[in-house]
């Protein structure tokens, strides 16, 4: 695990409140409790589970000595369905998605509360026409109904193009799931198109179904990376990303729209461990590496403090958050989904995923329309 | 007896030896559902020593008391490594006891200074941070006074085991002690971090640093990296002697990356050489802002309370400088040196490029911005605007900024207003280019600091149209299309808060109150000062100024919690919105005479 991975992506939504010109709509913030898993762990009765769901937005967790109990947009409980996920937490998004704005969605949460599922489905399943299937191929299906729809309102006079990219983000690389001969690409940075995946293939999609077998193909190469190349699927960030473009015609003025869809699956948040959040742990200096590897990160959190100095510093965010900056406390709309897993076991990965939660609540974003005018009036 | 049953000391060396392999080599092979296998072996073989020590009495009391106490160290060390840290500490704490009364002899220093230094790390895994500083600054100590006692190179711990003829040179061993050490003082710099000790943290950072140097233990572009990441930190601090030698030093180590190293470090190349055009672009962006921070801290000095250069303090500050000059910089100097001597040459020769001391006029400052002029030509080459947006446009709005500050030392007011252009001329094709969409926040970064570049420039074209005995024509033009610009700026800043429904928000967000209400009042102010031979179209001009200053007060009284930020501004408008009226009465008056 590369320093600094998940515990940025903490640091960067905490520093994003106090910088200088974030506004307008906050994140929105979903808590996903997942059953405990199938063995019969319920035999204690409520006994071993740490928390309990009070109302579809307040939650309680069996905290000693007092409760504590927080409150999100939206907190679905064991039997919500992945049908009832969708429509609470992606649909408004998807919709946003077609009128020109960005949107984000991000799973959080320890490894096994159940990340993966919600956003694709059983993970034994390759079919995304399944029943259980999760909120990245109900999304296709919403967008791909949506374009229809304004197509059929609109005839001639409106196109759309769709594209896609699957990346996957390991140990501070960027790999490409859509063509796994490929490795070590970069983030660059395009004065119209913003941050970008320089070299990432983008598959043109025209349907649901094509978009579901891009989806398929990408997540099989992740999988078969992480046996064949060692690369563990629990420390690696998952960005599906679709870009949707809408192309109207009126007289001679072209209007185009284009927005951006980000599907995020992010590594497991128990890795944090790794990173300085850990809290006062010293880094050590390696035995055999003359290089005392956290000095830099130490410095830099002395001139982190500086007081408004203008100031350079010189180690960079890391690659998720430089890849999502927009969605977090930037230009798009976002929502958080944390999965939490009820298991007394996990009270302490419960209470850090439900804290960081609350604090995403406070992130501010503000959406803008992505249009742009060309041709000529007179 | 046992150790002969064993081989005797050559088989309890070889066991000594295997295990710490084991331990530092074979475990990092360690697969991730083993990973601690090779430690446990380890520590087996390490136990088995110790059993065969206590039956091999040979050299006496104190040697076996030493090798123990070697064996207490590496099974301490071994069980915090495999996470168990009540054991660790355990066979840590046995360690110390036992080397306690001959800590300060050269068979024991270093031993019990790692014991320490592992102590430190052990607390600090506990969360108890004040614990771990008493025992590294117990090892600090314990060093200090050995090499003012002592000093001779003193034996390190893995020679206690080992046959005589393999013994390290003097040399190997003072290198491994001063290793030793310059951990201790890392990890202090990080306890000071954690207990928010800002300031020794830093000094810790600097001696690490400068150890480093000494003992040839580092890589140049990491050490580059982290010296230049220093230097903001005293910039932050207005240090800008120690923010200047970190930069020079910076500047000429990085310029050893890439040369073949020396023959003992052949197997350690530099982790990230790839990077090399990047990492001298992003110590040249320090140096840029070194430049910045000094020519704004001067201007801070020398500014009157209209921001004008003061000439009386100039003078004063000219007077104290040259006393001043000579007595202290020596003495702080000698405290923060890096380096040995041909190294300390070359940081030296560096340094000579640019001044540390405050610039007190135009001659001074000028200098200082050219080299922060040539500094961004560096970074710019690196960080071009297709590829590195953000970056890009980081260096360039420090340009302006450089030309800003240097505006403030220039007496002549056309000249003044040409850096200003040149300011217009960098940052207006880069905003014309840049997607909102994606960079808002930089859009209105640049938004404020064009309109505020306009308007300066027209306050400057009016106080030159004061000194003419009459206004001409073109200074008119001049002065109105300047205005116009800045309102455009302005405006174009407030509505980008506007909500996608295109709706001014009712209540502003903290983060944007002040820019936002500045730009209303400028906004007003520079309706003001359009100039118009129309009655009618000055009468237009003074209403909407008036509207704007309104917004103010009304704003203010709605949500009084927004009054400390602007009250200057406040204050004015209050003012404004009382005499506006009566001055728009006359006028009113004045035209329908005319009728």
């Given amino acids: 695990m590369a320093p600094g991975v998940r515990g940025d992506l903490r640091d960067s939504s905490i520093s994003l409140l106090n910088s200088p010109s974030v506004e307008g709509d906050a994140v929105k913030v979903f808590v996903r409790v997942r059953p405990p898993s199938d063995r019969p762990a319920l035999t204690d009765g409520d006994q071993g589970l740490c928390l309990s769901v009070l109302s579809s937005n307040t939650i309680r967790l069996h905290s000693k000595p007092e409760p504590k109990i927080f409150t999100f947009d939206y907190v679905a409980n064991m039997e919500t369905t992945q049908e009832s996920v969708f429509s609470s937490v992606a649909k408004n998004i998807v919709e946003s998605c077609m009128n020109g704005y960005n949107g984000t969605i991000f799973a959080y949460g320890q490894t096994g509360s159940g990340k993966t599922f919600t956003m694709m489905g059983p993970s034994d399943s390759d079919n995304f026409t399944h029943s259980l299937r999760g909120v990245i191929p109900r999304s296709f299906e919403y967008l791909f109904f949506l ?57 043109v999609l025209s349907s649901a179904a094509e978009a579901y077998q891009v ?50 699956d992010l ?110 009036v007179s | 007896m046992a150790a002969a049953a064993g081989g005797g000391w050559p088989a309890v060396c070889g066991k000594f030896r295997a295990a710490r392999t084991l331990s530092a080599v074979e475990s990092l092979k360690d697969p991730e559902t083993e990973p601690y296998r090779s430690k446990y072996s380890a520590r087996a073989l390490l136990q088995e020593v110790k059993q065969l020590l206590s039956a091999a009495e040979e050299g006496g009391e104190a ?88 000093g001779n190179p003193p034996l390190d711990p893995s020679e206690h085991f080992m046959a005589e003829e393999e013994k390290l040179t003097d040399q190997e061993r003072s290198k491994r002690f001063e290793k030793a050490y310059t951990h201790t003082l890392y990890y202090l710099a990080q306890v000071y971090q954690h ?162 001391v405050y610039p007190l006029d135009f001659q001074e400052a000028r200098e200082i911005f050219l080299v922060g002029q040539n500094y961004v030509q560096e970074a710019k080459e690196f960080f071009q605007v297709d590829g590195y947006v953000t970056d890009h446009i980081e260096i360039v709005q420090d340009h302006s900024a450089l030309f800003k500050v240097l505006a403030f030392f220039e007496e002549d007011y056309e000249r003044r207003c040409k850096m200003h ?22 859009c209105r970064q640049l938004q404020c600091e064009l309109a505020d570049t306009y308007y300066e420039m027209m306050d400057l074209k009016v106080a030159i149209g004061n000194r003419l005995e009459k206004l001409d024509s073109h200074t008119v033009k001049k002065i109105n299309s300047l205005a116009q610009f800045a309102i455009k700026y302005y405006e174009l800043f407030l509505d980008s808060l506007r909500n996608p429904d295109k709706v001014f928000p009712e209540k502003l967000e903290e983060d944007v109150l002040r820019p936002a209400m500045v730009a209303k009042f400028h906004i007003a102010r520079l309706y003001g000062k359009l100039i118009t031979s129309d009655s009618k179209k000055q009468l237009e001009n003074m209403q909407t100024s008036l509207e704007y200053y309104t917004f103010l007060v009304d704003y203010c009284e709605k949500y009084p919690d927004a009054v400390p930020a602007i009250e200057t501004e406040l204050e004015l408008s209050k003012e404004m919105v009382n005499l506006l009226p009566a001055s728009m009465e006359r006028l009113r008056a004045k035209l329908s005479s005319f009728v």
Avoid at chain 1, 174 to 199: N, P, Q, T, Y
Wanted: glycine letters at 6%; charged letters at 30%.
């Fill in chain 2, 421 to 442: 252009k040149r300011r217009i001329d960098m940052l207006e094709p880069i905003y014309a280019d840049l997607n909102p969409q994606y960079y808002l926040l930089i």
């Fill in chain 2, 195 to 356: 207990l928010d000790m800002i300031e020794k943290a830093a000094q810790y950072c600097h001696t690490t640093l400068k150890r480093q140097l000494e003992y040839c233990g580092y890589y140049p572009v990491e050490w580059a990296r982290n010296a230049a990441t220093l230097s903001q930190y005293y910039l932050s601090k207005e240090c800008f002697m120690e923010a200047r030698h970190c930069l020079a030093a910076a500047s000429v180590i990085f310029s050893q990356a890439g040369q073949v190293p020396s023959a003992e470090d052949v197997d350690e190349t530099e982790p990230d050489q790839q990077d090399l055009p990047e990492r001298k672009a992003e110590i040249a962006r320090c140096w840029i802002k070194y430049c910045l921070n000094l020519l704004q801290s001067a201007r801070k000095l020398l500014e009157d309370n209209i921001g004008e250069l003061d000439p009386d303090r100039q003078l004063e500050l000219k007077a104290q400088r040259k006393k001043e000059e000579d007595e202290k910089e020596t003495g702080r100097k000698k405290a923060v040196l890096f380096g040995t001597s041909d190294i300390c040459d070359s940081v030296l020769a560096m340094e000579e490029k640019v001044s540390s």
């Fill in chain 1, 147 to 203: 374009i229809e729809r304004e197509k059929e309102k609109a005839g001639s006079g409106k196109s759309f193009l769709c594209k896609c990219s699957f990346i996957e983000i390991y140990n501070e690389q960027i790999f490409d799931l859509l063509d796994s001969a490929s490795a070590g690409l970069f983030l660059r940075e395009h004065i119209k198109k913003g941050v970008f995946v320089d070299g990432a293939v983008e598959q």
């Fill in chain 2, 63 to 150: 040697v076996l008391a030493v090798r123990r106490a070697v064996l207490e160290y590496e099974l301490g060390v071994n069980h915090t490594d495999t996470e168990e840290l009540s054991a660790g500490e355990e066979h840590l704490q046995r360690c110390t006891q036992l080397l306690e009364p001959h800590r300060l002899s050269p068979d024991c220093v270093s031993l019990y200074i790692q014991a320490q230094n592992n102590l430190g790390i052990l607390w600090s895994q506990r969360d108890e941070i004040e614990t771990a500083q008493t025992y590294l600054e117990s090892a600090e100590a314990l060093y200090n006074q050995y090499m003012k006692e002592d």
């Fill in chain 1, 267 to 376: 590594a497991g948040s128990e890795r944090q461990k790794d990173t300085h959040t850990e809290g006062l742990r010293l880094k050590e200096a390696g035995n055999i590496n003359r290089s005392l590897s956290c000095l830099g990160q130490v410095i830099t959190a002395l001139v982190d403090v500086g007081n408004g100095k203008q100031r350079h510093i010189c180690y960079r965010d890391s690659k998720l958050t430089f890849l999502l900056r927009d969605s977090l406390g930037g230009n798009a709309k976002t929502c958080i989904i944390a999965n939490v897993h009820p298991g007394s076991k996990c009270f302490g990965e419960t209470l850090s995923t439900l804290n960081f939660a609350q604090r995403a609540k406070l992130i501010k974003n503000k959406a803008v329309v992505n249009e742009d005018t060309q041709g000529n």
């Fill in chain 1, 215 to 264: 989806l398929t193909t990408g997540w099989r190469n992740r999988r078969v990376a992480s046996t064949s190349m060692n690369r563990e699927s629990s420390r690696s960030h998952a960005v599906f990303t679709i870009t949707v473009e809408s192309m109207e015609k009126n007289n001679e003025v072209v209007n185009i729209r284009s927005s951006l869809l980000n599907l995020v």
